[in-house]
């Protein structure tokens, strides 16, 4: 059975990855380029349109891995909160970890 301390410490290891990833300024660069990305004249230098494309794949590499975690985390506290049976709760548990480990 997982405990609310083996909850958080997930969760801690989470908040750790968020900043030492620095989460929030990737998001911050990916909102600024996808704003790049739609101007009418992104296309005019192909090659730094190309350098702009691939740069934002990398961001949002990083974000959707640790979004991914943040979901994985939050639908553990909701199987545990509905008091759903062990296996349920231990397999998704296997999956918050293996999504942090991943990253």
Not at 23 to 38: G, N, Q, T
Not at 53 to 59: E, F, G, M, R, T
Not at 76 to 102: C, G, H, P, R
Request: aromatic residues 6%; without cysteine; proline residues 1%.
């Amino acid at each position: 059975m997982i405990n609310k301390e083996q909850v958080l410490k997930i969760t801690e290891r989470k908040d750790t990855l968020f900043k030492f990833l620095n989460i929030d300024s990737k998001e911050e660069e990916l909102v600024k380029l996808e704003k790049e990305i739609i101007k009418s004249n992104f296309w005019d230098n192909p090659k730094d349109a190309e350098r702009t494309l691939k740069n934002k794949k990398k961001i949002q590499i990083w974000v959707d891995a640790y979004n991914l975690i943040q979901n994985n985390i939050e639908e553990l506290n909701i199987l545990i909160e509905l008091l759903a049976d062990d296996d349920e709760i231990n397999s998704q548990y296997k999956k918050a970890i293996d999504s942090l480990e991943e990253l």
